[in-house]
């Protein structure tokens, strides 16, 4: 469950682009040159001090959108607690969630909260991560599907590779 809780803030976090709060930074983006052929991701030459917006993060008002959907979310009693305390419109971000809290966004709620807002490469790949932990975190575990994921989990980490920077990866 913990497992699951730093993997959803890990994604979360670099979606939304919480300051502070991820390992995607400037010296991370000159790296890349370095480490990896991937010029999309590189920092711009013209203006070295700044980073380009990565297609995995959200705009501002992406991120008010998601931050007032969380707010307005409702659960039966004893399947998730009210979200709404979790949210910080200033800074639109979601902090001091739970573990329990972390597996209903991640197995349930990222894949629609993302849907429409990133691109169709991302969505897919955060999606096939909310799958492998659904399978992982069942109640009830089937060999074959455990077999399956085994051999998924290699396909989905390098599809998260295609997207996120290595920094994103500890």
């Known amino acids: ?48 001090n700044v980073m380009p917006k990565a297609i995995y993060t959200l705009t501002r008002e992406q991120k008010r959108r998601i931050c007032e959907w969380v707010t307005h979310l409702k659960f039966s009693d004893d399947y998730a607690s009210n979200l709404a305390h979790c949210v910080d419109m200033k800074e639109l971000r979601l902090h001091a969630i739970k573990s329990h809290d972390c597996r209903v966004l991640m197995q349930k709620l990222i894949r629609i909260a993302f849907r429409e807002m990133l691109p169709e490469l991302v969505w897919g790949a955060l999606t096939e991560i909310n799958i492998l932990f659904k399978i992982q975190c069942s109640t009830t575990l089937v060999v074959n599907k455990l077999q399956e994921l085994e051999v998924r989990a290699v396909i989905i980490l390098c599809n998260l590779k295609k997207i996120f920077p290595p920094s994103f990866f500890d």
Not at 6 to 17: L, R, S
Not at 20 to 31: R, S
Not at 38 to 46: F, G, Q, T, V
Request: proline share 2%; with cysteine; net charge positive.
């Open 1 to 48: 469950m913990h497992i699951e809780k730093n993997v959803f803030e890990n994604i979360f976090n670099i979606v939304m682009d919480i300051k502070g709060k991820t390992k995607d930074n400037l010296n991370a983006w000159k790296d890349l040159k370095i480490i990896c052929n991937r010029s999309e991701l590189e920092a711009d030459k013209r203006r070295p």
